[in-house]
């Protein structure tokens, strides 16, 4: 996709917006409004019945929008959401990076604001996430990983 415009659409609170990015294509996490149309199944409830945590292995790929990729492969963890195992990506174990966010009570959902230093806005560039190429409908701490996902944050220049 490199030098190839994509077109990718910009979640924020419920609206859908066309918008274009330069070699990525994403949701800008935002919100849990899984009624919107098209994603995966990740938004599903946590199945998980047991009071033990099972442990999952998913990949985590963190595209930090400068030519840099952070490349986390079978990452086990108890951890059950997107922004669970980014956390464990981000971890003082794994990639030693920051990881910040805001919480939205009207979504009960967080907004991932930066990893690594990024934050949304710098440049046009903002947050988004993928799991198996595709682009869930909810916000990362709402998107239920399965085994064997391959989840990639993508730090992307936006156009209005």
């Known amino acids: 996709m490199e030098g190839e415009k994509v077109s990718i659409l910009l979640l924020v609170f419920g609206i859908v ?59 086990t963890s108890d951890q059950t959401t997107v922004y669970g195992f980014l956390l464990v990506a981000c971890g003082p174990s794994q990639g030693n990076l920051s990881v910040t966010t805001t919480y939205y009570s009207q979504y009960d959902s967080l907004l991932v604001d930066s990893i690594g230093g990024r934050s949304n806005g710098n440049g046009g560039k903002y947050w988004g996430y993928l799991v198996d190429d595709e682009r869930p409908m909810v916000g990362a701490d709402k998107c239920y990983v399965e085994q064997g996902d391959v989840i990639e944050w993508i730090f992307a220049e936006m156009s209005w």
């Open 17 to 75: 917006l066309p918008i274009a990015a330069l070699g990525a294509v994403g949701y800008v996490v935002m919100t849990d409004d899984a009624s919107t149309g098209a994603g995966t199944d990740h938004a599903q409830e946590d199945t998980n019945t047991t009071d033990e945590a099972v442990p999952l292995t998913a990949s985590v790929i963190i595209d930090l929008g400068n030519g840099t990729v952070l490349s986390f492969h079978n990452l």
